[in-house]
């Protein structure tokens, strides 16, 4: 668990078997999706069962949807035990999680487009509207979580990697990395980077 979880403040609202590489974007203008077929709740997920995943074939993830702390965990397929002679046995990867200011929500809902398969949340907290998407990009390899507020309120937190295999956490700048290596040899790499968008503050976010 990396002992300084980076710290993120914005003023709007990649690869595995050996690299699973997350793209964590503050601020942006694409709208939620508002699919024909879905599967929605009304309330964040209290365990993984309860989670909606994500996934490109290699590299997935099952998606909380907390308010005050999201959280995924995520895995890719190369990721096994054993060798030439062990079968050994698929192995998790880790977890990622963005914590946030303590709120009450209101009209919450997550829900998992079956058109798209874009995970979408939203809830309203005060005068401010925050909508997230994700979703696993086969060509390029990663997976995307984007956060967008709609008010005066700031998108700020710290977000936090750990690893299900003791791997050593680092940061830099604007990226935290898992590296590890399991009991067969095998190394692996995680990486988390963040990404700011349309950072230039409104008259009215500026008082």
Not at 97 to 122: M, N
Not at 135 to 155: K, M, T
Request: with cysteine; aromatic share 10%.
């Amino acid at each position: 668990m990396s002992k300084f979880p980076l710290k993120i403040t914005s003023p709007r609202g990649w690869i595995a078997a050996l690299i699973a590489f997350f793209v964590f974007v503050v601020g942006s203008d694409r709208a939620l999706a508002n699919p024909r077929q879905s599967l929605w709740y009304a309330s964040e997920a209290t365990d993984w069962l309860a989670a909606l995943p994500i996934g490109n074939g290699d590299l997935g993830a099952m998606i909380h949807g907390g308010v005050e702390e999201e959280h995924l965990s995520f895995n890719v397929s190369s990721l096994w035990t054993g060798n030439e002679i062990e079968m050994g046995s698929y192995q998790p990867f880790g977890d990622l999680y963005f914590r946030q200011a303590k709120t009450t929500a209101t009209d919450y809902r997550r829900e998992l487009s079956l058109d798209d398969s874009l995970h979408s949340v939203t809830y309203r907290f005060g005068s401010t509207t925050q909508q997230r998407s994700a979703f696993a990009s086969h060509p390029d390899r990663v997976i995307v979580v984007q956060f967008r507020n709609s008010g005066p309120a700031l998108i700020q937190g710290q977000l936090r990697l750990t690893d299900a295999h003791q791997a050593k956490i680092t940061t830099s700048g604007a990226t935290i990395a898992a590296t590890g290596t399991l009991s067969n040899g095998l190394l692996y790499h995680a990486q988390v980077r963040v990404c700011l968008l349309y950072t230039s503050p409104s008259p009215r976010d500026r008082g």
